[in-house]
């Protein structure tokens, strides 16, 4: 993949509250293909909340973000079939299996031989003897390796991730951060949240301050 020297999304001058209370005041920062960027802060910080206006699940109170140097629509096709993300590991069908999971979200992204793609998943995440388990039976780790899974497989250009390394045991963090070096060398812009200094530590990239 080859997305050029372009800016892909432009977060410029954002402020968020609520009720009164500042949860991230002017924050400005912009992401190009095959990049990292950090964001990093203390528990309530507003890291999360920073990523869900951008993927447009919240929207910020002052201040633009632009995906290609548009305004970004969460209805936007061009915009939802370029992002990926994995925020929440407790967000599935708990009576679907993992399998079934990746080969649900393989299909409706259009990814070619979806069986062969979500087996290479399941497997590459460390998920092949639970393939067929629902997530309930799953432990926290192996939920999260599900979320990464579900996110990682569909074609993107950008991946935001939101502490992509909780649950994750040190092999798991290592297997996490050269999984992410091997997007960044093919092309991809990501953009994760962490509190993990030895991942930030592990891929070179931008880090962006939250903490107020």
């Not at 919240?58 to 973000?65: H, M, N, Q, S």
């Not at 079939?81 to 399998?99: R, T």
């Not at 899974?149 to 649950?167: N, Q, T, Y």
Request: aromatic residues 6%.
């Amino acid at each position: 993949m080859n997305f050029g020297e372009e800016v892909l999304l432009t977060v410029e001058s954002v402020s968020k509250s609520y009720g009164g209370t500042p949860v991230f005041d002017d924050v400005s920062f912009h992401l190009k293909p095959a990049s990292v960027t950090w964001l990093r802060g203390h528990n309530g910080s507003g890291k999360s909340t920073l990523l869900n206006c951008i993927l447009g699940a919240d929207e910020v109170d002052t201040g633009t973000i632009s995906w290609k140097g548009r305004p970004r629509r969460e209805t936007d096709a061009a915009f939802r079939g370029a992002v990926s993300a994995a925020v929440d590991s407790n967000s599935y069908f708990s009576d679907v299996s993992v399998i079934e999971h990746l080969r649900l979200i393989a299909v409706c992204n259009g990814v070619q031989d979806s069986d062969d793609a979500a087996r290479h998943w399941c497997e590459r995440c460390g998920l092949a003897t639970v393939s067929d388990s629902l997530p309930g039976a799953l432990s926290s780790g192996q939920r999260q390796r599900m979320a990464l899974a579900m996110a990682m497989l569909r074609p993107f250009e950008l991946l935001i991730l939101d502490e992509p390394e909780r649950h994750l045991d040190t092999e798991g963090c290592a297997w996490l951060a050269n999984t992410i070096d091997e997007f960044v060398t093919a092309g991809c812009a990501v953009l994760a949240a962490t509190h993990n200094s030895a991942l930030v530590d592990s891929i070179a990239g931008a880090a962006i301050e939250l903490d107020r």
